[in-house]
């Protein structure tokens, strides 16, 4: 299946029956830490994965990869940034939401920090997911040592090119691989619980409901 019809189904599909179909699939979790949350709207958020990885550093140094990254990845890229877990610092502000805004990107992905806020709300509404809200700058704490490199984010290591669904429930990655199964599943799964929702609301019984289907 091509990237645009992926895109497109798991546009169409709930992030929680994503979120099951990639336990199913692939045979581990693939959503990422709770704390990773939506900072700016909510808007849901679909497209292949770009990363850069992060480490703290004592040097004054701007982060170059993800500065690139932002200008030579496709439109449609969800640019996920790894520094480890660091809550305390922010990875992404407006300057880069602008460069993000203007190439056409779908999202970010932070596990770390986001600062800028009334900024990227007001100019660009663009959707940034993020583990803390903060102030503070990497340059003098972190800096970026590579790209489009698998990068631990929000507990979950992400490959280039992975597909990022995310909107309110939070956030899964779909390995590549796995995607077309994971979006077959996840649409049979939405369907099964529309049915169930209509019986447990017929019926006025949520025993029935799970009795017949099985899942909660």
Not at 121 to 148: L, M
Request: hydrophobic share 45%; net charge negative.
């Amino acid at each position: 299946m091509e990237l645009k019809d992926l895109i497109a189904g798991f546009h169409k599909v709930a992030t929680a029956s994503v979120a099951d179909a990639v336990d199913k699939v692939s045979g581990k979790r693939g959503y990422l830490d709770h704390e990773i949350k939506p900072r700016i709207n909510e808007k849901r958020v679909v497209g292949p994965a770009v990363t850069v990885v992060e480490v703290p550093t004592d040097d004054a140094v701007p982060p170059q990869h993800a500065l690139d990254l932002i200008d030579e990845a496709p439109a449609g890229s969800v640019i996920c940034i790894s520094v480890a877990q660091e809550a305390n610092v922010a990875v992404w502000g407006g300057l880069m939401t602008a460069g993000a805004f203007a190439n056409g990107h779908a999202g970010a992905i932070l596990d770390g920090g986001v600062r800028d806020l009334a900024e990227i709300r007001r100019d660009y509404d663009f959707p940034v997911f993020a583990r803390s809200v903060s102030p503070g700058s990497t340059v003098g704490r972190h800096k970026t040592v590579a790209s489009q490199v698998p990068a631990l984010v929000g507990g979950i290591m992400v490959h280039p090119g992975d597909i990022i669904v995310a909107d309110i429930d939070g956030v899964v990655v779909v390995p590549r691989q796995h995607a077309e199964a994971v979006l077959e599943m996840s649409i049979e799964i939405d369907v099964r619980e529309l049915e169930q929702a209509k019986l447990i609301v017929a019926e006025k019984s949520l025993r029935k409901g799970l009795a017949k289907y099985g899942r909660i």
